[in-house]
């Protein structure tokens, strides 16, 4: 696998066992990449730790992947649910 190119629009439009593969390239090659990426993403270093304790599992990807999946569905939720409706004025926003 090459240098996997990973911003959030790339990484929602990956299926689960390609982010899982991304996920791998970056433990073993740019770990520090794959921490921004989580920041970026609003991950959650105590959730990881916790979540990775709890699978006790040697492949951490697919964990990982998880957490990622799981955060940008709670964010996609979260716009939706405070999403303005585009018909009222700006007068009537406030």
């Known amino acids: 696998m090459s240098v996997p190119i990973l911003d959030i629009t790339t990484i929602e439009q990956l299926s689960k ?39 006790n599992t040697n ?14 569905e709670e964010k996609k939720v979260s716009r939706q649910k405070y999403k303005q409706d585009p018909s009222v004025s700006e007068e009537e926003k406030w």
Not at 19 to 47: G, P
């Open 59 to 72: 492949f951490a990807a697919p964990v990982i992947a998880d957490a990622i999946i799981e955060r940008l």
């Open 17 to 55: 066992n390609q982010l899982i593969d991304a996920i791998n390239w970056l433990i073993i090659h740019d770990f520090e990449k794959l921490v921004f990426i989580l920041y970026r993403i609003d991950v959650s270093e105590a959730k990881i730790k916790t979540l990775l304790n709890k699978e």
